[in-house]
């Protein structure tokens, strides 16, 4: 409550970008391993034009048994958010490039990436190789990104408030550039 009343007067301004080509859709994913059958807390963040349209923090509802299998369901999970953001702004008659979507897990990637079988992650659910198909059907772009560099991180993580600061400020900033067309 402390920081809701603290932050009161703060907020994110949407605004237009100079450039059509600037509305690029990307989808920050992040999971931490949670170890001994505890379920893993998941984070997205989704950008339009670099800025956060939408975002969530939730626990998993399955148990993950590694790191990155608990990387790549919530990777699913930010496919799924990518899909629907793409779906809505084609109903505005608004094209995007394929939206990105970033992940910090090297495994998570490469298991996306390739459909050959992989004996360690062959309990993986099918539904979460809808992630998988998206990349293979050219609708969605995944790109690996190191931990630092992914703002997710303040949805799963407990950060200092130097990093929280900084990214606030990296939002602050692309929203008040002058943007008149």
Known sequence: MGY???TRYEG?????PMKKDQLEVVVYADAPYRREGARSQTGALLTLGNQPIRW????????SLSITEAEYIMD???AKDAAWIRQFLQQLHITTPAPVLKTDNK????LAQTSKFLWRSH???HRYHYLRQQCQRGLLTIKTIPRKENPADILTKLLPMSEISAWKANWLSSTR???SI
Do not use: M, P, W
Not at 56 to 63: A, C, E, G, L
Not at 107 to 110: H, K, S, V, W
């Open 177 to 179: 550039r002058d943007t």
């Open 56 to 63: 969530y923090s939730r626990r998993q509802d399955i148990v």
């Open 76 to 78: 699913c999970e930010g």
């Open 107 to 110: 495994g998570a990637y490469n």
């Open 12 to 16: 994110l301004t949407l605004r237009k």
């Open 123 to 125: 309990h993986i659910e």
């Open 4 to 6: 809701l009343y603290s």
